[in-house]
């Protein structure tokens, strides 16, 4: 028997659609957008829009406004230091973990995943950014992964959407996806050669060029 594969639900799809759209910057922050105009947009009813919405105010994505839509939550200066912040001390740690356990064969069979998503990264064009944006999520999600904490991995996947949002802008800047390559080059060096500390600073290089970025912007 063959199995049975479940399809995503509209309120999943709608879910997906405006999160992609957040991400892109396609809802601009500061308008306002009704429920009508996105079930219309979509061709869905209003319910799974609903459901949706609230989704993403979960996720401190949208601010719900009564009886009248919903707005894109602005990603402060604040937002942006807190969510490096985490993203720095959950990953430090992991590159550390994995680095010190590099003769490990799952560490060996992280840094084999890493060099695909970096292969993979290399080979696409300058303008398929969201494409990028997801291999630069593979990348680190197999970084927290390796750690089989799963506390910490819940943690770091809390602020996931506010990671994407800040990849998102800073890959739009010119230059920024080829020192990613770069980058992710130098820490995945550093992870097989098994220098925990060494790894630990080529993370910091990374952030630091997002974190230099966003403050500029």
Known sequence: MEKIFKTPSLQEQVYLHLKSAI???ELQI???YSEQWCSELLGVSRTPVREAVLKLKQDCLLEVIPYRGFTVKTLSQEDVKQTLEIRQALEGFCVILIAQNYRDPAAQEVCTRLDEYLREQSNLKSEDIYD????????HHDIIAYSQNNRLADTYASVR???????FKVLKQPGRIVS???EHAALLTELKRGDPWAAYCSLDKHLSGTRGIMEES
């Open 161 to 167: 959407i506010q990671f994407q949002r800040i990849t």
């Open 23 to 25: 991400v892109k910057g």
């Open 132 to 139: 990028f944006m997801e291999l630069d999520e593979l990348f």
């Open 30 to 32: 500061g308008e306002l």
């Open 180 to 182: 990613t390559i770069i």
